[in-house]
């Protein structure tokens, strides 16, 4: 079955850039989309199609894909950023599938 | 604005069924399809399944294949998931989800529902 891979966690000190990858065979030919989750809160969605910014999302949110990863980086991390990111993609035969999550941590 | 509104908290015993409702509002309910998505205690997302609220066809994810079943009311824009044969690891937060337009994300999530298994 078709899986995504993330690191369990990242840390970041405030005003550095956090990078949190995910990778996936399947992953050149399918976008991938990311959600932050806060705890207790329900997912939002930050960036769609590998690198698309939603309105209202902050501009240091960004996404890019290079073959069989793709990578959402947060520029100058802020306090608020800390929370649960996870990357999802679906694949040819309409199964939606999410990556394990990775925890970012602001020190 | 869009809403996504779901039912309250259930406590169920082992073998028991659970359905969970969402209701929608802001937008034209036949035109996206919805999914279902859960969340065990301390854990990820995992994918449920999709429902065509228009057409009422369903797509389940393998492991809930024979177990899950999801609805819709057109009459009161409600979609409904319930899940059988429930088990302690069924305890989980359970999210309905807009499917978006045009592609594969999920633009918009009901607040969760908790699912409690317990004998």
């Known amino acids: 079955s078709y899986e995504l891979t993330q690191p369990p966690s990242v840390s970041v000190s405030p005003g550095q850039t956090a990078r949190i990858t995910c990778s996936g065979d399947a992953l050149p030919k399918q976008y991938v989309y990311w959600y932050q989750q806060k705890p207790g809160q329900a997912p939002v969605l930050v960036i769609y199609?590998?690198?698309e910014r939603p309105s209202g999302i902050p501009e240091r949110f960004s996404g890019s894909s290079s073959g069989t990863t793709v990578t959402l980086t947060i520029s100058g991390v802020q306090a608020e950023d800390e929370a649960d990111y996870y990357c999802?993609?679906?694949?040819?035969?309409?199964?939606?599938?999410f990556g394990g999550g990775t925890k970012l941590t602001v020190l | 604005q869009v809403q996504l509104v779901q039912s309250g908290a259930e406590v169920k015993k082992p073998g028991a069924s659970v359905k969970v409702s969402c209701k929608a509002s802001?937008?034209?309910?036949?035109?996206?399809?919805m999914h279902w998505v859960r969340q065990a205690p301390g854990q990820g997302l995992e994918w449920m399944g999709i429902i065509n609220p228009s057409t009422g066809s369903t797509s389940y994810a393998q492991k809930f294949q024979g177990r899950v079943t999801m609805t819709r009311d057109t009459s009161t824009n409600t979609v409904y998931m319930e899940l059988s044969s429930l088990r302690s690891e069924d305890t989980a937060v359970y999210y309905c989800a807009r499917k978006a337009a045009a592609g594969n994300e999920f633009d918009y999530w009901g607040q969760g529902t908790l699912v409690t298994v317990f004998s």
């Open positions: 199609k590998d690198s």
């Open positions: 802001g937008y034209t309910f036949t035109s996206y399809y």
């Open positions: 999802q993609s679906a694949d040819s035969s309409s199964t939606w599938v």
